[in-house]
């Protein structure tokens, strides 16, 4: 079988092949070992249970970055990953045995056994492997603490960075004819001194790994002879070439704790290979690994014609005269930095210098997209995976939806059927906890009609969704008994009141008349009237995203309306007596409410007609009695104000009493607080006398007070925008009448009139009904308008 003798070096036992992993250099170099080799059968470090699924790694649709994913089945959220990218070494151990018809077996612990291991010490998984030393991305001392072994040969290299060390030793290496097996002998040497000096380095889990793997080494030699290659991190080969005894091996691994796994390939993205990304073995640069790993030849232009194609996508002026100067310069840092070859450090520079123009900003992007990279891998259809993962891909396929590594934003329009399908796939996934996708702001319409989702798909996500197959094997059916299953569980009411909101936006049907009975009960139990107040607005946003998607929300109208009558009843009593904080927590709440019944108005409730009347009698009853908090006060009355329920001289009226000077400082600033906050600079600029009594009363508290009440109204003008704040100095420092003047044609502020100019208002009327999407005589347009036609405006949601 073999074209070249097996290695004299390895006559007396297996070729043990120690490598970094994800080391594009160690890679390669076990390419060429195992070419010059030949073995019978291929040792990998890695999971047995993944055995079966090496003959995947041949398929044609199999792109990585992949791993291996092993999750226990009887405990969601307990998972582990082994990842692999074309320049792992492992990979490119699997992809030759494959080639060559060699039998390829993982020889690492099982994963039934690292997941059991990880409960017993409080983990809750993660990724799997080490760099050339067990996680060596992690420093220490000798006595529980890792050892970094790379960093302990680069410093005894004279080298105070382990990366660069690397890159010089193994990364920057050239081929010719030099040895196969050269490589592996010093590594092995290396690791060797550093075993018998450091002993486990602080891994306390190595020496068990290690014996199950010399039991299959031993297995391997048995059924295949010394012709046997085994690849595995470096810090390992010490341990496997030791003779110890079978009965040793086995004791330690006697009573080790189990649970039951489930494998697959799943795909995965260069961002979560990098040590940055939190993975104990991740490397610095997966991108520019990968660039040293694929390119044939004049790895540096090649790099940095690739970074010149990425600044100019982002419209940056580079040409390619920029790129010749940045290989001469990273090229001369090379040479005055002693390296063989021009490395990341020295490209990045020249791409800074030649390209960025001194800019990090720019040198940023760089990093992100190429050094890093977002590449996301692909696993083929034959993979194992549970139902609910093959329903997902058949409807992201059925919706073009497809999943990347890169961030991006969605626009959907619910009224186009595609749109209306992706979002309730979206907000399903939400419910199994897989956010995929989270709701953004969107940068156009606010009718309910539009939604914006920002996308990005993480390789956890594959474990959320291997975890949510518990609650059924379709998208839907899971997300209902998730659903029904949560409505039971959640502590409040608000907490309820939101899960029917998802319950709507996702279209599960069958789950809502669940929600909606504990809801009811819930409602009926809870007398607490901030609960109340606070579940209220999501229950109504519901019945406006229930009209949208066409479901049927005559019963949550029902509860909502409940709802409001005993906010109705129950509001007044709850604000008196209140400390600052509550009162300023119970005026969120009224704001929130006073919403929630206008939109609750447009439903049209039957049994409960128009509740806005009622709304607007509790809001009189709060702005005249003396026991609520002023800024609850002040919000009760420039709510009327805004509702057209108060006149402008009723309201200044109250104004004036509450600050008279009997009213103590501090309850007359939350008062205005109240009044004014959240956008009332405008009412003050166009009314001249609320503005004079705001004055007035400023000026005339005393010195001890106004240093009490300063916090308070700094609060309150600070909120507002930059042009009102100079607004408001301008006519206060232009004393009493300034509107007036102003409006009288004197010498005051420009853009004020005495009176309304029809003809210059009429003039803006078409490009305002051009933007509303509505025709002259006022009603929808139905080809133009971007909101939906509940709400013309778009304002509603």
């Known amino acids: 079988m073999k074209d070249a003798p097996w290695p004299r070096a390895s006559a007396a036992g297996p070729l043990l092949l120690g490598v970094r992993h994800h080391g594009p250099g160690s890679a390669r170099a076990v390419r060429a070992a195992l070419e010059a080799a030949r073995p019978e059968?291929?040792?990998?470090?890695?999971?047995?249970?993944?055995?079966?699924?090496?003959?995947?790694?041949?398929?044609?649709?199999?792109?990585?970055?992949?791993?291996?994913?092993?999750?226990?089945?009887?405990?969601?959220?307990?998972?582990?990953?082994?990842?692999m990218a074309e320049f792992s070494?492992?990979?490119?151990?699997?992809?030759?045995?494959?080639?060559?018809?060699?039998?390829?077996?993982?020889?690492?612990?099982?994963?039934?056994?690292?997941?059991?291991?990880?409960?017993?010490?409080?983990?809750?998984?993660?990724?799997?492997?080490?760099?050339?030393?067990?996680?060596?991305?992690?420093?220490?001392?000798v006595d529980d603490v890792r050892l970094d072994p790379l960093a302990v040969l680069a410093e005894a290299g004279g080298h105070d960075d382990p990366e660069r060390w690397w890159e010089d030793a193994v990364e920057h290496r050239g081929g010719g004819d030099r040895d196969p097996?050269?490589?592996?002998?010093?590594?092995?040497?290396?690791?060797?001194?550093?075993?018998?000096?450091?002993?486990?380095?602080?891994?306390?889990?190595?020496?068990?790994?290690?014996?199950?793997?010399?039991?299959?080494?031993?297995?391997?030699?048995?059924?295949?002879?010394?012709?046997v290659a085994v690849v595995c991190g470096a810090w390992h080969v010490p341990a496997l070439r030791e003779r110890s005894a079978v009965s040793a091996d086995r004791a330690l691994l006697k009573g080790l704790p189990k649970v039951k796994a489930d494998m697959t390939w799943v795909p995965w993205?260069?961002?979560?290979?990098?040590?940055?990304?939190?993975?104990?073995?991740?490397?610095d640069s997966p991108g520019w690994y990968g660039h040293l790993f694929t390119a044939p030849d004049r790895p540096v232009e090649r790099w940095l014609t690739k970074v010149a194609g990425l600044l100019r996508e982002e419209d940056r002026i580079v040409s390619s005269a920029h790129v010749i100067e940045a290989v001469r310069l990273a090229e001369t840092l090379a040479a005055m930095r002693g390296r063989p070859l021009a490395g990341l450090g020295e490209t990045t520079d020249a791409v800074r210098a030649v390209m960025c123009e001194g800019s990090d900003v720019p040198l940023a992007l760089v990093r992100d997209r190429l050094v890093v990279g977002d590449v996301?891998?692909?696993?083929?259809?034959?993979?194992?995976?549970?139902?609910?993962?093959?329903?997902?891909?058949?409807?992201?396929?059925?919706?073009?939806?497809?999943?990347?590594?890169?961030?991006?934003?969605?626009?959907l329009d619910l009224r186009k059927e595609t749109d209306a399908g992706r979002s309730r796939l979206l907000h399903r996934l939400r419910l199994l906890g897989v956010d995929w996708g989270e709701p953004a702001d969107s940068r156009g319409s606010t009718g309910t009609f539009r939604e914006t989702w920002r996308l990005r798909w993480e390789p956890e996500l594959s474990v959320r969704v291997a975890e949510a197959g518990v609650w059924g094997t379709t998208v839907a059916a899971a997300a209902t008994a998730r659903v029904e299953a949560d409505a039971l569980a959640v502590p409040s009411l608000a907490d309820v009141t939101?899960?029917?909101?998802?319950?709507?936006?996702?279209?599960?049907?069958?789950?809502?008349?669940?929600?909606?009975?504990?809801?009811?009960?819930?409602?009926?139990?809870?007398?607490?009237?901030?609960?109340?107040?606070?579940?209220?607005?999501?229950?109504?946003?519901?019945?406006r995203y229930g009209d949208v998607r066409g479901t049927g929300t005559e019963a949550l109208a029902g509860v909502a309306a409940g709802l409001a009558e005993r906010v109705f009843v129950g509001l007044p009593p709850a604000c008196a007596a209140l400390d600052a904080d509550a009162a300023e927590e119970m005026r969120g709440h009224v704001d929130a409410v006073h919403g929630a019944v206008a939109l609750l108005a447009e439903a049209a409730v039957p049994g409960h007609g128009d509740l806005r009347p009622r709304w607007r009698a509790v809001l009189r009853t709060l702005s005249a009695r003396d026991a609520v908090p002023g800024v609850i006060r002040g919000r009760a009355v420039r709510l009327l104000l805004d509702d057209g329920e108060l006149g402008q001289d009723a309201a200044a009226r109250l104004m004036g009493l509450v600050l008279s000077p009997g009213t103590p400082p501090a309850d007359a600033a939350a008062w205005i607080e109240g009044f004014v906050g959240g956008g009332g600079g405008m009412l003050?600029?166009?009314?001249?006398?609320?503005?004079?009594?705001?004055?007035?009363?400023?000026?005339?508290?005393?010195a001890e007070a106004f240093t009490d009440v300063l916090p308070l109204l700094r609060r309150t003008f600070s909120a507002y925008e930059a042009g009102v704040r100079r607004t408001l100095g301008e006519l206060v420092r232009r004393g009493p009448g300034a509107v007036g003047s102003a409006t009288a044609g004197g010498a005051g502020i420009p853009g004020f009139a005495a009176?309304?100019?029809?003809?210059?208002?009429?003039a803006v009327l078409p490009v305002v009904r051009l933007l509303l999407g509505l025709r002259e005589d006022g009603t929808a347009d139905a080809g133009g308008a971007y909101a939906d036609d509940n709400d013309p405006v778009g304002v509603g949601t």
């Open 41 to 83: 059968v291929v040792l990998i470090e890695g999971p047995p249970e993944a055995d079966d699924l090496i003959p995947l790694a041949a398929d044609d649709h199999m792109r990585p970055p992949v791993a291996l994913l092993a999750h226990a089945v009887d405990e969601p959220g307990r998972s582990a990953f082994w990842p």
């Open 498 to 543: 939101a899960l029917a909101e998802h319950c709507l936006l996702a279209e599960l049907p069958d789950a809502l008349p669940v929600v909606m009975r504990v809801l009811a009960d819930r409602a009926a139990l809870d007398t607490d009237v901030g609960h109340l107040a606070q579940a209220l607005p999501a229950l109504v946003r519901s019945l």
């Open 181 to 227: 097996f050269a490589p592996f002998a010093a590594l092995e040497e290396a690791m060797g001194a550093l075993r018998e000096r450091y002993g486990t380095g602080g891994h306390a889990r190595d020496p068990v790994r290690e014996a199950y793997m010399r039991l299959q080494v031993r297995a391997a030699r048995r059924e295949f002879g010394d012709e």
């Open 269 to 283: 993205t260069h961002r979560r290979m990098a040590r940055a990304g939190g993975y104990g073995a991740g490397i």
């Open 755 to 762: 009176d309304l100019d029809p003809d210059r208002a009429d």
């Open 89 to 141: 070494p492992e990979w490119v151990a699997i992809r030759w045995a494959l080639a060559h018809g060699v039998p390829a077996r993982f020889i690492d612990l099982p994963a039934a056994h690292t997941l059991a291991w990880e409960r017993e010490e409080g983990r809750e998984g993660g990724e799997e492997g080490e760099e050339a030393g067990e996680d060596a991305g992690e420093e220490g001392e």
């Open 684 to 702: 003050l600029v166009h009314d001249e006398r609320l503005l004079g009594l705001v004055d007035a009363w400023l000026t005339g508290v005393s």
């Open 376 to 411: 996301l891998g692909e696993v083929p259809e034959g993979a194992p995976a549970v139902p609910l993962q093959r329903d997902l891909a058949r409807e992201q396929r059925r919706l073009r939806l497809r999943p990347e590594a890169l961030e991006r934003e969605l626009e």
